[in-house]
């Protein structure tokens, strides 16, 4: 049995000098890490921080950020990574929902503190990282004085690993943020299928963009924790050069991103950048348009690109074998190690090679539901094959291929219905992102009396050569009429959720 916590301490016992983190100026060794994570689960446990309790994290990409994530687990806690950007009526609404017993945060969220506590009745405890901040009254703490009055010793391990580990909470686009949880069996169960599949080693050293608040990127520094690599740990992608000058400074090996963050990639000059030590780039949260990986593979010829699908309920799902990248572009894979998947229609029908339907994972990976929302759980999580073993269903269309592989279509509510015909918004965005040009697109369907539905598209161009004419004749050349768009729509950017994902609500 491993619980997380333990990925931080078997490096900090093994190889305690190793750099395990490099944010923000600082190089912390494992020994450091695990020095400043047991004072502060000390000092968390005795603010009187229960086993299972939630500790809310509301904090940017930091070193206090991961010392944070791991503190709460050995102080026996769940951690809840909330976005840095969160406006304050949903980080209310978060802390309410998940009952946070504590909540770490910046020096400049003071004031804001303050008017949480009569609205949020569980918080027992605060913390402020700013070493300013350093004469407060309970329950108002410091990290300065935590780090300079409690003890480094290791708390005694309290949990078991069908314990919570994490809330995560998914965007919330359709409605109100649901948190998934995830015991310590799932994530120890991903990470160690995710690092198979990539063939990472100790020597590599990854650097995140994303925020610890998307699971794509808490899995960046639980999975280094884990092979006992090195994260360098960045607040985002805003200022691209500063990232390769970092990247080629410390030698990075693997880089994770996401569709919007590789399509400002490939448009920079990388001639200037020496990459040479990148052995591989991954892709999630969205599919990567075939246009978008034959840039990726020209820009990077050294690198492997490691196309993979996944969604929050299950974390990493399928896998595209890198090898397989030439014959089948456009999909994502197989399933992930000790894994299953399958397609199914409306019916629970099983679908065979060519048909669509939803697509069902099975595995130690599919967590435990969403936190207080049992409606919503019955909904996502039901019941398998196996007596007394649950699936999820993803809310996902994918199709197979005769050999197996996996191709996703829309999300089930994407579907537009135009003509009496199903069309795959996916299938209109992958032709779009053919045209020179083109950034980022995004189609939906909106309402047309005659239609039904209509293809409207939005989208991104660098420079003014691309007309409403010519894009709609590139349609005519590859597309079947009834998936023509009927509206063209050029926007200087397309809204993004938190994670990086071109978000469609509200767009039409």
Not at 226 to 234: A, D, H, P, Q
Not at 394 to 421: A, H, N, P
Request: charged share 20%; glycine share 8%.
């Amino acid at each position: 049995m491993t619980l997380v916590q333990e990925f931080l301490e078997q490096q900090a016992d093994c190889v305690p000098d190793k750099i395990g983190l490099i944010s923000g100026g600082q190089r912390l060794t494992y020994a450091q890490i695990e020095s400043q994570a047991n004072r502060l689960a000390n000092a968390l446990k005795e603010q009187g921080l229960a086993r299972g309790e939630r500790i809310v994290l509301y904090l940017p990409n930091s070193v206090e950020l991961v010392i944070g994530i791991f503190a709460a687990l050995k102080a026996g806690g769940v951690f809840v990574v909330v976005n840095y950007s969160t406006k304050y009526q949903k980080l209310v609404y978060i802390l309410n929902n998940c009952q946070a017993s504590a909540l770490i945060t910046s020096g400049r969220r003071v004031v804001l503190a303050e008017q949480l506590l009569p609205e949020v009745a569980s918080l027992k405890a605060l913390v402020f990282t700013a070493n300013t901040v350093n004469k407060l009254v309970a329950p108002f703490h410091s990290w300065k004085n935590i780090q300079e009055n409690y003890p480094d010793e290791r708390p005694v391990k309290v949990n078991i690993d069908l314990d919570l580990a994490c809330l995560v909470y998914t965007s919330g686009s359709t409605g109100e943020p649901k948190g998934v949880m995830e015991d310590h069996s799932n994530v120890v169960f991903v990470a160690d299928s995710v690092i198979s599949y990539l063939e990472n080693v100790a020597a590599d050293i990854i650097i995140n963009v994303l925020p610890l608040s998307f699971d794509y990127g808490l899995y960046q520094l639980l999975m280094v924790f884990r092979f006992g690599g090195t994260l360098v740990l960045e607040k985002g992608f805003n200022y691209p050069a500063a990232i390769l000058k970092q990247m080629v400074t410390e030698k990075v090996t693997g880089f994770p991103g996401v569709p919007t963050l590789f399509t400002l990639l490939v448009k920079m000059d990388l001639s200037q950048y020496d990459l040479s030590n990148l052995r591989y780039l991954t892709n999630t949260a969205a599919a990567l348009p075939p246009s978008h990986i034959q840039q990726l593979r020209e820009e990077f010829p050294g690198a492997t690109l490691y196309s993979m699908y996944g969604l929050t309920e299950t974390k990493r799902t399928l896998c595209l074998p890198p090898e397989q990248l030439d014959t089948r572009p456009g999909s994502v894979g197989i399933a992930m190690p000790d894994t299953e998947v399958w397609i199914e229609d409306d019916a629970g029908r099983r679908l065979g090679p060519g048909e669509v339907g939803e697509l069902v994972v099975r595995g130690r990976h599919v967590m435990r539901g969403y936190w207080g929302n049992p409606a919503a759980t019955k909904k996502r999580y039901r019941p398998a094959p196996i007596p007394g073993e649950r699936v999820c269903y993803t809310d996902d269309l994918f199709r197979m291929d005769e050999e197996g592989f996996f191709y996703f279509v829309s999300r089930k509510d994407d579907m537009i219905k135009s003509r009496g015909e199903k069309i795959a918004p996916k299938e209109v965005e992958n032709v779009l992102y053919g045209l020179p040009g083109v950034q980022a697109v995004a189609v939906i369907g909106v309402p047309d009396p005659i239609l039904g539905e209509a293809i409207k598209a939005f989208l991104v161009v660098e420079g003014t050569g691309l007309s409403t004419a010519r894009i709609l004749a590139y349609c005519r050349a590859h597309l079947e009429d009834f998936m023509i768009p009927k509206y063209v729509v050029f926007r200087d950017a397309l809204p993004q959720t938190s994670s990086g994902k071109i978000k469609k609500t509200g767009l039409a």
